[in-house]
T-cell receptor, first 112, second 115 residues
Framework: QQQVKQSPQSLIVQKGGISIINCAYENTAFDYFPWYQQFPGKGPALLIAIRPDVSEKKEGRFTISFNKSAKQFSLHIMDSQPGDSATYFCAASLAWKNTLTFGKGTMLLVSP | GAVVSQHPSRVICKSGTSVKIECRSLDFQATTMFWYRQFPKQSLMLMATSNEGSKATYEQGVEKDKFLINHASLTLSTLTVTSAHPEDSSFYIC???????????FGQGTRLTVV
């Protein structure tokens, strides 16, 4: 599997602030880039996903920015809330049906 | 969204015994199911991919005789950890994709502890 590099490993943000998590990939054939949110002891849940034909996708407080030439994509969480405290994983795949390659995850803590 | 149910959520077993974990798609037909393993504070590592009615495809380094995967129907896949040892203790997660769906749905995971 091709590697997906995720940073930072952990992040502390104050309530109301912007949380930014970055990912970089190597395989230019990837065409599906989802972000997952995982709470302790639970399975991951899809947060938002993007395909390389757009540079940005926004859903509520969550935005994905995608830079195809740099092979990078990022998750922005606006107005971060304590309830957003979780581990976030970026992933990439050749298509939504194919196997996902996950980043190593970012533990986000939003302080009250 | 579609629901994937995983059972049990937690299991403790003695070393040398076998444990079966079930993964069910409750409201859709899962053409493909995936099994992952996750160690504490680490990412998900794909163990195998299973398509209904065919043998599972295992990732490199995953022992197929130790981790038996069966996908006998479009709504059920099982992972059996055979002759479990303490080093098999981990969080096991399944996911499923189905026709007409645009994303993979994950189960809630199973915490396996081998004592």
């Amino acid at each position: 599997q091709q590697q997906v590099k995720q940073s930072p490993q952990s992040l502390i943000v104050q309530k109301g602030g912007i949380s930014i998590i970055n990912c970089a990939y190597e395989n230019t054939a990837f065409d599906y880039f989802p972000w997952y949110q995982q709470f302790p002891g639970k399975g991951p849940a899809l947060l938002i996903a993007i395909r390389p034909d757009v540079s940005e996708k926004k859903e509520g407080r969550f935005t994905i920015s995608f830079n195809k030439s740099a092979k990078q994509f990022s998750l922005h969480i606006m107005d971060s809330q304590p309830g957003d405290s979780a581990t976030y994983f970026c992933a990439a795949s050749l298509a939504w049906k194919n196997t996902l390659t996950f980043g190593k995850g970012t533990m986000l803590l939003v302080s009250p | 969204g579609a629901v994937v149910s995983q059972h049990p959520s937690r299991v403790i077993c003695k070393s040398g015994t076998s444990v079966k974990i079930e993964c069910r798609s409750l409201d859709f037909q899962a053409t493909t199911m995936f099994w992952y393993r996750q160690f504490p504070k680490q990412s998900l590592m794909l163990m195998a991919t299973s398509n209904e009615g065919s043998k599972a495809t295992y990732e490199q380094g995953v022992e197929k005789d130790k981790f038996l995967i069966n996908h006998a129907s479009l709504t059920l896949s099982t992972l059996t950890v055979t002759s479990a040892h303490p080093e098999d203790s981990s969080f096991y997660i399944c996911s499923a994709v189905g026709q007409g769906l645009t994303e993979a749905f994950f189960g809630q995971g199973t915490r396996l502890t081998v004592v």
